[in-house]
């Protein structure tokens, strides 16, 4: 059974920068497409970024390309999102996402899901 157990997040002034981990684990993370995916009041829920595991490049949504960075580490099964220069903007519960493909395919296609941590981002 695949599982995400996700860190980091918190309370950050505008400017600043967090880091968001995920450990995966029951499956050879490899073999997943994963990303990262926010969802804040009142919005529709939004793909953050994408790695695909086939090609090895990662997709960012418009609003945080330059600011944001994903990256994945397959031997110790942990994706990480660093996020600089956030912005008020960026607040939202930030989840880790999990799809068993090569290739990504947007929030609807995730299978696995971790539980969610929220970033508040302060003007």
């Known amino acids: 059974q695949v599982q995400l157990v996700e860190s980091g997040g918190g309370l950050v002034q505008a400017g600043g920068s967090l880091r968001r981990s995920c450990a995966f684990s029951?499956?050879?993370?490899?073999?997943?497409?994963i990303g990262w995916v926010r969802e804040a009041p009142g919005k529709e829920r939004e793909g953050v970024s994408c790695?695909?595991?086939?090609?090895?490049?990662?997709n960012y949504v418009d609003s945080v390309q330059g600011r944001f960075t994903m990256s994945r580490d397959n031997a110790k099964n942990r994706v990480y999102l660093q996020m600089n220069s956030l912005k008020p903007e960026d607040t939202a519960v930030y989840y880790c996402?999990?799809?068993?493909?090569?290739?990504?395919?947007?929030?609807?296609?995730?299978?696995?899901w971790g539980q969610g941590t929220q970033v508040t981002v302060s003007s």
């Open positions: 029951g499956e050879a993370l490899r073999d997943y497409a």
């Open positions: 790695d695909s595991s086939s090609t090895g490049t990662t």
């Open positions: 996402a999990a799809q068993y493909s090569y290739y990504c395919t947007g929030p609807s296609g995730y299978e696995y």
